[in-house]
Nanobody
Framework: QVQLVESGGGSVQSGGSLRLSCAAS????????VGWFRQVPGKEREGVAT???????IYADSVKGRFTISQDNAKNTLDLQMNALKSEDTAMYSCAAGRRESVWSPTRCRFDYWGQGTQVTVSS
């Protein structure tokens, strides 16, 4: 049974940094179709930093240059380093893992496994 558990969220002032980590059990982080998402109440979930089906890292425009996704193979975690945080980064952050959607759409992913989320609050 796959279980993903996020940690590292919290409250920080604008301009500060946080590092999120997602530990996996029953699963070894793949190099494709994994990522971090965030959601604010009343809004759709947004992909923040994802690795698509051919291994390309995709960052949301709003976080480019500030966020970095990485994997720690020794710890079997998927991490998200967040720097220069802004109030608009406030959201519930979740990690996810999945697989390529189909052989005809190799870049697209279907995310099957999700963590429960960790809250990030940035105050101005």
């Amino acid at each position: 049974q796959v279980q993903l558990v996020e940690s590292g969220g919290g409250s920080v002032q604008s301009g500060g940094s946080l590092r999120l980590s997602c530990a996996a059990s029953g699963y070894t982080w793949s190099r494709v179709c994994v990522g971090w998402f965030r959601q604010v109440p009343g809004k759709e979930r947004e992909g923040v930093a994802t690795i698509n089906g051919i291994g390309n890292i995709i960052y949301a425009d709003s976080v480019k240059g500030r966020f970095t996704i990485s994997q720690d193979n020794a710890k079997n975690t998927l991490d998200l380093q967040m720097n220069a945080l802004k109030s608009e980064d406030t959201a519930m952050y979740s990690c996810a893992a999945g697989r390529r959607e189909s052989v005809w759409s190799p870049t697209r992913c279907r995310f099957d496994y999700w963590g429960q989320g960790t809250q990030v609050t940035v105050s101005s």
